[in-house]
């Protein structure tokens, strides 16, 4: 736990309100631009059948059911996205989500609090999707050969990358809420 409060401290020391500020433009402009965009431009395959890895829950006979409805040019594209796209997207999300943590729980907790760990939040979630994003593509590359094992993680991944993100974002609210409260508390202390 040394490294991680190590991590959580100097992340707290060292983020800045401005990083904070251009994670959440960056963010903005991947959410109203590049991601529409994307989700266009995989809509010719995913309209026969949806993109497993965008649910909470799926089984890996799923991802082999995606495969051979989207046939040979869809799983070219879905890997071809896998490997570009979703190389950047993570790191946005992960970056606007770490930069906006850090930034106010650093704000609301006093330092050492072990609550300013919860920034590290998400770069699990940026490790569980490139691992799942590793593992859909690997399927989809090989069909229709089967993959077992990379079929079988990759409900798992897609899982744990969705409850981080989800933890992560209720956490944003929660921490804004604590460094409001603590701001006002100095205020009228």
């Given amino acids: 736990m040394r490294v991680v409060d190590r991590g959580a401290a100097r992340l707290a020391r060292g983020v800045r309100g401005w990083m904070a500020i251009g994670a959440v433009v960056l963010f903005m402009v991947f959410m109203t631009v ?10 010719f395959y995913t309209e026969r ?4 890895d965008t649910s909470m829950s ?3 006979d799923d991802l082999y059911a995606a495969a051979e409805a989207w046939g040979r040019e869809g799983r070219a594209a879905y890997v071809h996205q896998r490997v570009t796209f979703d190389v ?3 790191i946005v999300y992960g970056m606007f989500l770490l930069t906006t943590l850090a930034w106010v729980w650093a704000r609301g907790t006093a330092p050492g609090s072990r609550w300013r760990r919860v920034a590290l939040l998400p ?3 940026v490790a569980l999707d490139f691992a799942e994003n590793t593992c859909t ?6 069909y229709p050969a089967r993959t077992p094992v990379l ?5 798992l991944f897609t899982a744990g990358k969705w409850l981080a993100i989800a933890v992560s974002f209720i956490l ?4 804004g809420i604590v460094a409001l409260a603590a701001r006002w508390g100095r205020r009228n202390a």
């Fill in 137 to 142: 593509a690997t399927v989809m590359a090989r």
């Fill in 172 to 175: 944003l609210v929660i921490g």
């Fill in 151 to 155: 079929a079988e993680l990759a409900p």
């Fill in 58 to 60: 799926y089984a890996p």
């Fill in 49 to 52: 059948y949806p993109a497993p």
């Fill in 88 to 90: 950047v997207w993570p």
């Fill in 34 to 43: 590049v991601l529409p965009a994307q989700l266009d431009a995989g809509a």
């Fill in 123 to 125: 770069v699990v979630a």
